[in-house]
């Protein structure tokens, strides 16, 4: 592939490793939105054993999936054969990109819970500056109810993951004192430096996985559908994280039997050691064939 088709200025490159967040106006063109159609349908249609609602209680549906690697074969021309990862490259000032994994998102229903405050790193053995997660919403969404993040968190505190317990947002998914418990940032806003922008098909947001972030919820008669593509680079080093207490409440699957998991691909690693499997697709530059 020749140069990157998508010009990110300094401003952005300065927001995405000061803020941990940046918007990319009309990153996806009228194909590429009509391929993020396709595969999130796709992952729909073809659910991996992770799969997740959450929530049920409410009567609404609040579906994720993620990790499916029998979707990368569907999702390659969107995270390898476009101009995504070279996008990355140049935020990182580094040309090795891997492709990590997909995730998706489907709210709908009527009023939806938000998605809880939390850092992605949280959840997976991974850390480093060399990480980000394009967030790509297949339908117009307000500032307000978009993706919010936590201005410069990503260089601070790793916190404890959210459970998505219905009771408490903050309840922690590994033990108490293995990670600081999360702040309750959603009562306590005023204290937060809080960002968000507007999106429309073919704008993204990108951001570092250890940003703080929360998704809003969505009204009756709105539907949000969402795309996550994650990548890692050169200087993304295997961290250790906590046994999970109750796996169960957040519905990562272990044992999927349909798909892979995190795990499988971190056999042998010990806590620093370079990120990598040769499993993982590298995206830029491309390995030979």
């Not at 978009?146 to 968190?153: A, H, K, T, Y």
């Amino acid at each position: 592939m020749s140069g990157p088709r998508y010009d990110v200025s300094q401003q952005q490159i300065d927001q995405y490793r000061e803020a941990g967040a940046a918007v990319l106006r009309g990153i996806l063109d009228p194909h590429m939105i009509a391929e993020a159609e396709r595969v999130f349908q796709w992952s729909i249609d073809n659910p991996s054993s992770a799969a997740q609602r959450y929530y049920e209680s409410s009567g609404t549906v609040f579906h994720q999936d993620l990790f499916n690697t029998l979707s990368w074969g569907e999702y390659r021309h969107l995270f390898t054969d476009s101009h995504l990862p070279d996008v990355v490259s140049q935020l990182w000032n580094s040309a090795d990109v891997w492709f990590f994994f997909e995730q998706i998102f489907l709210k709908s229903g009527g009023e939806t819970r938000r998605t809880p405050w939390h850092q992605d790193t949280s959840y997976f053995p991974v850390d480093g500056p060399h990480l980000a997660v394009y967030w790509i919403c297949l339908e117009p969404v307000s500032q307000e109810n978009s993706l919010e993040f936590v201005r410069g968190s990503h260089v601070k505190t790793i916190y404890n993951g959210s459970a998505f317990s219905e009771a408490d947002d903050t309840a922690p998914l590994y033990p108490e004192g293995s990670l600081p418990r999360l702040p309750d940032i959603e009562t306590e806003r005023h204290r937060w430096d809080v960002i968000s922008w507007a999106l429309e098909p073919g704008d993204a947001v990108i951001f570092h996985p250890s940003t703080l972030h929360g998704g809003a919820p969505t009204h009756p008669g709105e539907k949000r559908r969402t795309i996550s593509l994650r990548y890692f680079g050169e200087d993304a080093r295997f961290v250790e994280r906590p046994a999970v207490a109750k796996q169960s409440e957040v519905g990562f699957n272990r044992e999927a039997s349909n798909s892979r998991n995190i795990e499988d691909f971190m056999v042998g690693l010990k806590p620093g050691d370079p990120f990598r499997n040769p499993e993982f697709v590298q995206v830029r530059p491309i390995a030979a064939s």
